[in-house]
């Protein structure tokens, strides 16, 4: 049995954080002193795509500072409402692969359920901010749909939990769930996608562990950190915590115009992740998705930051540069 560490910390219990979600543009612009000429268009950009912010990651924010790389991921703009050619609301082919309500199936031997409709934090660059959840929110009947379909098809061996953020689900359905896939022999391994761990720390407690390892199937956490100063104190414990549990532990981001589209950051955030015990898994160019052009990096700066990284970082500090490509069989290597 492994014994978990206790924090030094109190931690507030996640539900309570997630029901203190700063959600009005108005009160964010107030807590972090940002200029209110921007409210407007702010206020018009969250009635498309809502404001969420947990309290926890707004309190690593530099107040002032509308370049604040955190900032910058969840504060609504004006921009996000101007059409584009080429950004679309389904950028990566999810409605042509969903073939049962809550699955999607793209790739060979591996299926997503989408657990969760709902997050903790609205990155404005989401990729899903304009999936139909209400049409892949099935009841405990409905599930059983997707549980028969992961049983039928023999060369399915992973089973990833996404959204949404899957833990934004109660532990209770989350047990259940896992206890039916654990279920179907031929399934070997558990990814769960979250950035639950990242923004709201507490929701790594013993109730989430228990049924995060209490099955026979290996479990992969994939975090979604952007930058290195997402990562403190209670993240690492978070992180920890993980680990500890038998957990392996890595992170995938996504390159942002503004936020870490240079070499030294992201240096520093490879640094940051393994330092916290964390291996960069992936680093996604950004999904054309509509209302979020003004985070795009071309794919010539992508490749020469790819050259860069690997020049002055160990391979296993080198994120793989991936772009997903709507009917691929897989992610596109840079």
């Not at 954080?17 to 959600?23: C, K, S, V, W, Y």
């Not at 199936?105 to 997503?112: E, N, P, S």
């Not at 013993?206 to 930058?227: A, F, G, K, S």
């Not at 950004?286 to 003004?294: E, I, N, P, T, W």
Request: neutral net charge; hydrophobic residues 40%; contains cysteine.
């Amino acid at each position: 049995m492994i014994t978990r560490t206790v924090p030094t910390w109190q931690y507030p219990r996640w539900q309570d954080e997630l029901a203190d979600l700063i959600r009005d543009p108005r009160e964010l612009f107030e807590l972090l002193d940002l200029d209110p000429s921007l409210l407007p268009d702010a206020v018009k950009a969250s009635a498309d795509f809502d404001l969420k912010v947990p309290r926890a990651f707004a309190r690593r924010m530099q107040k002032g500072n509308l370049r604040d790389p955190l900032l910058m991921q969840v504060l609504p703009l004006g921009e996000e409402l101007d059409a584009h050619p080429g950004f679309l609301e389904d950028p990566v082919g999810d409605l042509q692969s969903n073939p049962v309500p809550g699955l999607i199936h793209k790739y060979q031997g591996r299926v997503l359920l989408v657990v969760a409709g709902n997050c903790a934090v609205n990155c404005r660059y989401c990729f899903r901010r304009h999936f139909p959840y209400q049409a892949n929110n099935p009841d405990r009947k409905q599930w059983q749909q997707a549980i028969d379909y992961i049983a039928a098809d023999t060369s399915i061996s992973e089973v990833i939990y996404s959204g949404g953020d899957p833990l934004a689900l109660a532990d209770k359905q989350l047990a259940w769930i896992t206890r039916a896939i654990d279920g179907i022999a031929h399934v070997k391994r558990l990814r769960i996608h979250t950035r639950l761990p990242v923004v709201a720390p507490s929701r790594i407690d013993e109730q989430c562990l228990t049924w995060m390892t209490d099955h026979r199937m290996q479990t992969v956490v994939v975090l979604h950190i952007n930058h290195a100063q997402e990562i403190d104190e209670e993240v690492r414990h978070s992180v920890a915590q993980l680990k500890a549990a038998g957990i392996t532990v890595l992170n995938q981001t996504v390159l942002l115009r503004g936020v870490n589209d240079q070499v030294s950051t992201l240096t520093e955030l490879s640094e940051a992740l393994f330092k916290a015990g964390v291996l960069p898994y992936y680093l996604h160019l950004l999904d054309k998705v509509k209302g979020a052009r003004h985070f795009d990096v071309s794919v010539e700066q992508a490749k020469m930051l790819q050259e860069s990284l690997q020049n002055c970082l160990p391979g296993y500090l080198v994120p793989k540069f991936v772009q997903e490509i709507a009917a691929k069989p897989s992610k596109v290597p840079l």
